[in-house]
């Protein structure tokens, strides 16, 4: 059998209305985009790490890193309101046409999610081997209050349960659990990627559990600065930074 081709796409875009110049913000002494980078990097089952970024500066510092940034993204794809999915094609039908070959699988780091280790991106990755029937593996974890029990909507003044089926359930304990996507990881077959244009959800996923703890996800200075909290106080232990004791 032919080794394992696996391709890590992390994008980065330069604009960030929420918190500006994020990507290469400090966090725990390393530019945000420099954590994604390492941590592929440790991964032996990934192949090629790529930056798709529209911005000279982020690939400058991704560079770096050690990270390639064989193109600039095209503005088209990278504006306020630009989906993701796009984004990750361009990136694998780019590389792979300037290169002349294809890889098996794509793996998207998402930069502003640095809490995620070495061990899952290869649990995750042989979680999607031996599924079959998926065309990928999404990271998720378990929210620290569960939705069916806990979210409700007003309606003319009066509360009322967003899920209809809140109201067969009467204690907590018994409720299903129930997960969220926290942008940690995803990976897909790169076959899938080729071929679906427009809706990836629409297909067969199976989920790969992170601690809720370590599933940061950066979109403001608050985010930011927990982030730091947790990393600088050994919470969460990054391997390719120094050991940090508690």
């Not at 780091?109 to 070495?118: A, E, F, V």
């Not at 081997?129 to 069916?148: D, L, R, T």
């Not at 601690?211 to 985010?223: G, K, Q, S, V, Y």
Request: hydrophobic fraction near 40%; proline fraction near 8%; charge should be negative.
């Amino acid at each position: 059998m032919k080794p394992t081709s696996v391709l890590a796409v992390i994008p980065a875009r330069g604009g960030s209305k929420g918190l500006p110049g994020k990507n290469i913000r400090q966090l725990a002494g390393l530019p945000l985009i420099a954590h994604s980078i390492l941590l592929a990097k440790s991964c032996p089952e990934i192949s090629r790490v790529l930056v798709s970024t529209d911005s000279e500066e982020i690939a400058m510092v991704s560079s770096q890193y050690g990270s390639v940034v064989p193109f600039l993204r095209p503005p088209e794809l990278a504006a306020d309101d630009t989906p993701m999915w796009p984004v990750v094609r361009h990136a694998l039908l780019t590389i792979e046409e300037q290169e002349n070959k294809q890889y098996d699988f794509l793996i998207l780091l998402d930069p502003t999610s640095p809490g995620r280790l070495p061990g899952d991106i290869s649990a995750a990755l042989e979680t999607l081997k031996n599924s079959s029937g998926a065309v990928g593996v999404v990271g998720v974890s378990q929210p620290e209050f569960n939705p069916i029990w806990h979210c409700v909507v007003e309606e003319k003044g009066i509360m009322k349960d967003l899920f209809d089926t809140a109201k067969k359930y009467n204690r907590r304990q018994d409720l299903p659990i129930v997960y969220r996507i926290n942008a940690s990881l995803y990976i897909w077959k790169a076959d899938f990627v080729r071929h679906e244009t427009k809706d990836w959800r629409s297909s067969p996923h199976v989920i790969y559990e992170i601690p809720d703890f370590r599933a940061i996800h950066i979109d403001d200075i608050n985010e930011f600065e927990r982030a730091n909290l947790l990393i600088n106080n050994g919470i969460i232990r990054l391997p390719w930074l120094p050991n940090i004791e508690k």
